[in-house]
């Protein structure tokens, strides 16, 4: 179920990204040698802890990298990209898989910027319950046996 969980939030990032921004984005690191503008999105950390119960706490870090490699005023449209990302990203997901931010910052870089998101999800267990399938009760088949699938 984790993993699920941590591939949803990275999802949600890109997905709140392409919404917003028209640059390619990838799902792992920004290519070295691309001329364009683009995103990189990746999981850098994962923390967890154990609460009460079988539940758990997660933060999960996001990585998003920005490069933008050539054009003019290069270190503005950068900065005004990050600026835009604290709003984007602050709140993602959609109805049933909202993730909202508790932490972000940013640093920037010779070609872009690297900004960090740090969201926080708290996994209950699922327990499954067993049913009865079958009830045999003083020798005799009462729940469970059906005429059509097995003889009595």
């Known amino acids: 179920m984790e993993k699920g969980m941590i591939q949803t939030v990275k999802e949600a990032v890109m997905t709140a990204i392409s919404k917003n921004f028209s640059e390619k984005i990838y799902g792992e690191e ?9 995103f990189g999105v990746m999981i850098k950390r994962v923390e967890q802890k154990p609460l009460l119960n079988g539940r758990r706490e997660q933060w999960i870090t996001m990585q998003i990298q920005y490069s933008r490699q050539t054009g003019e005023r290069k270190k503005a449209h950068s900065t005004e990209t990050a ?9 993602i ?3 049933k898989n909202l993730f909202l931010c508790r932490e972000m910052n940013h640093t920037m870089t010779q070609n872009g910027f690297c900004f960090e998101a740090v969201y926080y999800i708290q996994l209950l267990p699922v327990k499954e319950e067993k049913k ?9 088949k009462t729940v469970g046996y059906e005429k059509e699938n097995i003889k009595i």
């Open 132 to 140: 009865m399938e079958r009830l045999e009760y003083n020798g005799v």
């Open 83 to 91: 600026d835009k990302l604290y709003e984007i990203l602050a709140l």
């Open 30 to 38: 920004v290519p070295q040698k691309g001329s364009d503008a683009c």
């Open 93 to 95: 997901g959609e109805e």
